[in-house]
């Protein structure tokens, strides 16, 4: 009983979906998109192969691969007015708060893609995001740092062009370090999507209203902001730096299993992964791959993150809590190492992960089944009781 409601103990809270897009075996560290295992993808696929199979359902032939890859790059601009857009912000804005606004921005521009009883209206909104989310990020780094905007170039790779929007500058050519570009490309795919994790199912709620395809990912992008979600691998990095060396990890750890310490590991841990994430792992190669191509493979850092990893791995609070790396935990070394600043971390997670977003939003609307979303309550508040005057309170 609570007051004068009682409810019903078969009462289940938890909402869950039906989807073909993504498959997470927490216990074994499994992740497949579509059936492929992400090692392969990551190792062997590119982002936006990935992207036209997340949305699709299987890998692109040749022909579908190509007029994917025209279709989405000429649609990598955005509206001029869009650029007046930013002059409206501080310089110190988050590059996510800018980036939670301008995409959500896209809705007022795109009118021709909002209709989403229309198939067409819909693919064109799905490919307008992901082409547009790294102009969109690109720009807000560069405003956070006073340099002009620099325009997407369409015979440069997905990869290429956005680190190009990011580092050049008019006063010199740039070039674009292959190196770096592949890593972005495998990192972009290892961020792609992750079955209903907190920003999906944002996406996917938002969606069920009926909201415009832009309105659902700029909903996304706020959600993946959190510091428990997408938010970690800013948080992860600004730990380690806080470690500063492998001498101070003891007290870090002490910290972390100690329950009256909200402190926690950040980069470690997971709802549904209780093994290594499988991301993860392939996330130190790729940290490994570009910290040697930039020169710093003795980044004190690395050293600090693999020996707080080997450490909490044989502790038995992590082992018995099960708790592994995740995705976070390497990532924020690597993105660093590529030039990023910790403001843009979270902006790159949001850039990859709208290839997800879009598809499972595409899942859900086209789901003839599929209903608003009411995540049910159980009531615990007051009984039914009479008004108070002010006077007699
Ligand atoms: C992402 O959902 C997704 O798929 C998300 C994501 C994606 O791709 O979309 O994978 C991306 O968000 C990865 C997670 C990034 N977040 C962090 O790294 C932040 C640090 N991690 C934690 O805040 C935490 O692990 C969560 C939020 C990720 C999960 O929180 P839970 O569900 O509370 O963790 P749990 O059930 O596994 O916890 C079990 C126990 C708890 O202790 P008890 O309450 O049982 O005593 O372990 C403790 C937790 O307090 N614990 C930690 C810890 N994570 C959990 N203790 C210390 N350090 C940690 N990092």
């Known amino acids: 009983q609570t007051g004068m409601f009682t409810y019903d103990p078969g009462f289940t809270s938890t909402a869950s979906c039906e989807s073909e897009i993504t498959y997470i075996d927490g216990d074994k560290g499994v992740l497949l998109y579509r059936g492929y295992p992400i090692e392969q993808l990551a190792e062997q696929g590119d982002f936006l192969e990935t992207s036209y199979l997340l949305l699709y359902g299987e890998l692109p032939?040749?022909?579908?691969?190509?007029?994917?890859?025209?279709?989405?790059?000429?649609?990598?601009?955005?509206?001029?007015?869009?650029?007046?857009?930013?002059?409206?912000?501080?310089?110190?804005?988050?590059?996510?708060?800018?980036?939670?606004?301008?995409?959500?921005?896209?809705?007022?521009?795109?009118?021709?893609?909002?209709?989403?009883?229309?198939?067409?209206?819909?693919?064109?909104?799905?490919?307008?995001?992901?082409?547009?989310?790294?102009?969109?990020?690109?720009?807000?780094?560069?405003?956070?740092i006073g340099q002009p905007f620099v325009y997407p170039k369409n015979e440069l790779d997905y990869?290429?062009?956005?680190?190009?929007?990011?580092?050049?500058?008019?006063?010199?050519?740039?070039?674009?370090?292959?190196?770096?570009?592949?890593?972005?490309?495998?990192i972009f795919i290892l961020h792609a999507d992750h079955e209903q994790n907190a920003s999906t199912s944002t996406v996917r709620l938002a969606g069920s209203s009926g909201a415009n395809p832009f309105a659902c990912i700029a909903a996304g992008v706020a959600c993946l902001w959190g510091p428990a979600h997408g938010g970690a691998n800013e948080a992860a990095l600004k730990m380690l730096e806080e470690i500063g060396s492998v001498d101070n990890i003891p007290k870090y750890i002490a910290r972390a299993?100690?329950?009256?310490?909200?402190?926690?590991?950040?980069?470690?841990?997971?709802?549904?992964?209780?093994?290594?994430?499988?991301?993860?792992?392939?996330?130190?190669?790729?940290?490994?791959?570009?910290?040697?191509?930039?020169?710093?493979?003795?980044?004190?850092?690395?050293?600090?993150?693999?020996?707080?990893?080997?450490?909490?791995?044989?502790?038995?609070?992590?082992i018995e809590k099960k708790l592994y790396p995740n995705i976070d935990f390497y990532s924020g070394i690597t993105l660093k190492a590529m030039g990023f600043p910790t403001s843009m971390f979270t902006v790159l997670f949001a850039v990859a992960r709208t290839a997800g977003w879009v598809a499972q939003w595409k899942e859900m609307i086209e789901d003839p089944s599929q209903k608003i979303g009411r995540p049910r309550q159980l009531y615990t508040g007051a009984a039914e009781r009479l008004y108070v005057p002010i006077d007699q309170r």
Not at 162 to 173: G, K, N, S
């Open 61 to 144: 032939t040749p022909a579908q691969r190509a007029d994917w890859v025209h279709r989405i790059t000429r649609h990598t601009m955005v509206h001029e007015q869009l650029a007046r857009f930013f002059q409206g912000f501080r310089r110190d804005a988050h590059p996510m708060a800018v980036l939670v606004a301008s995409v959500g921005a896209l809705s007022a521009f795109y009118h021709d893609s909002t209709n989403i009883s229309e198939p067409k209206q819909r693919m064109v909104a799905s490919m307008r995001l992901i082409a547009k989310l790294p102009t969109l990020a690109a720009m807000a780094y560069k405003y956070s």
């Open 159 to 186: 990869t290429s062009n956005f680190l190009r929007m990011c580092f050049a500058v008019p006063c010199e050519d740039y070039k674009v370090n292959p190196v770096l570009a592949r890593a972005l490309d495998q």
């Open 257 to 318: 299993k100690d329950k009256n310490d909200s402190f926690r590991l950040m980069g470690f841990g997971h709802r549904v992964y209780k093994n290594y994430d499988p991301r993860a792992k392939l996330m130190q190669k790729t940290c490994h791959a570009v910290l040697e191509a930039v020169g710093k493979k003795d980044d004190p850092l690395l050293d600090v993150a693999m020996e707080l990893e080997h450490i909490a791995l044989h502790d038995e609070y992590f």
